[in-house]
């Protein structure tokens, strides 16, 4: 009866009721794009990091921070027996030191890394190394580096290092690639050679920074752990800075179409007062008409779910389409090139429609509220308030 | 069935009290037909939402069927006024978004009863009221005095003891004033219910054998007209 007598008052409010609706229903629909785009967003560049670097994880010294590159020389090891047997697609053995190269007669500082060269575990555009025909050693570096030191394919540079034992060493080497990387870390700053050459020109026979493997392989003595999510840290933080970010979006647009449920609700109350006091002259208990108030408001809720899910649908299939261009973030440090996917979390979702449901239905309990406890002999007369 | 034992009402005016009723005693038998006469102001309706416990007094006590009204919390009131009190009222307050056939019905559902076992004593009553094929007619399709057919339905579906009729007759015109008190008359005979009304309306006053006249929140008469009597 409550039901029905709610619906029946619903379906009176029209136009209002409708607009309540539809901004209700944008608002869920912007914030599950909104978050979903987020998701995308971390899904890519998460996807290109482990593509490209990280992988299943990587074994390394536990101080070592790739952020130190004056470090970097004190934390090679021997790459143990452990890692050496894992098949080439399932692991990959980097070595990584500090560098400068002098193109034009300027000074670039660099992080020379060498990789072994038979891995496919990592996605890496660097199989022509294996192919050089020529005198010098061959090397690859992204397009941003190439960019930023003016080399091209073809060009000679001098690379100098210093070896294990604190030798300084130059030689020329060959760009015989420039490299689009996806992850734009190994695009700017890295000069690519085959580990075995770089071991060589530092004498660090079997020597590595990290190992990079598919899955966990348990305790190694003397090296740590560390798994995808602590590699990824900083992106994984900036992805939940994003969303913070439109989860404050979210909460002002959820606050505006909350304060038009209300006002509408108030509105209600006002215009309806005499038909509260005959209810209540009628026998209903204040709780009952707090409940037939509320259930109304309710149904803009429950209704802009059902819209959220007639305007959402298509227009998700549509964006999954065509994606977000993001060309202009391609030259930035965070790893993602191509369109940005939506990638959807069920959980994430029925949080966004459960909050939602629970602010309206807050929203239209305050006036329900304060409707419950009118004087039914003064709003039989329509002066309650 | 029903007495007032020196009741007051004040209402708070600004700074100032308003004396809405001044110590009003009375006995109402049950079956009653009576009315509380008097011109605007002098408490009628105040009295009316006393006893159907719309409102409580200042002073006093409201006794309905042994039961004193200010042992009830809102609850309870609404209890009493869904299973043993009607209303009527002068713009009849129909809900607009039921047609008659609902309006009727709706004091059953409160009372959850279910519809299917109803249905007849519904319609019958519609009947009874003169309303018979406009079931489905909304209030803004009606006339005064079928909106007000509608609401003396509503209000005696539930076979109350007490039925409070708050000038039924005073949106009404010469022709539906008569018919109305006729109707309610003949109701009152029918289902042996209390009818109290408020009204200044002298048409209404032939109909009723009690009348008792209010001025200032004072009872100043009280006359029987069946045992033709002053009572106080």
Redesign the interface.
Known sequence: ?IFQ?AW??F??QGLRAILNILVAALTLVVAVFMVSLVNGFQDQSSKNLKKTDVAGGHYRLADFDILSPTEWEDFAFVTPPELKKISSDEKAEVLVQQGQIFPQNRFIPVQIRGIDLKQSLLELPLNSINSYKGDSIPAIIGTKMAKKSNLLKGDFVILKWRDKYGAVDAREIEIIETVRFVNPRLNDGVVWLGLKTLRDMTRRANESSWVTVKSDRGEIKGLSFLIPNVLMKDVIELAKHDRRNSMILWIILMLLCCISVFNSQMLNAFKRQ??A???????????QLTRMFVLEGSFTAFGAVVLAFVIGVPFFAWFQTVGLDISHLKDSTIPVTENILLVFDPKQIVNCLVTATLMIVFASWLPARKISRI???RA?VGKAF | MLELKHVEKIYRVGVEDFHALRDVSLKIEPGAFLAFIGPSGSGK??LL?LI?G??RPSQGEVVLEGRSLADLN??QL??????K?G?I?QFH?L????NVYENVL??L???DEKESKVKDSVMNLIKRVGLEGLEKKKPTELSGGQCQRVAIA?ALVKKPSLVLADEPTANLDAENSRAILELTSELNREFGCAFLFSTHDEKLIQYVNRKITLDDGRIISDIDGLNGGTKS
């Open positions: 009866m007598s029946k008052n379906c009176r005499k038909e006091g005959t209810l209540l002259a009628l026998g209903m208990t204040p709780g004087d039914p002999s039989l | 309706t105040t939402n159907g719309l409102d809102k609850d609404a209890e009493l006024r869904r299973k009190i209303f009222f307050n809900l607009p978004v039921y709706f004091p559902l409160l009372n509503r």
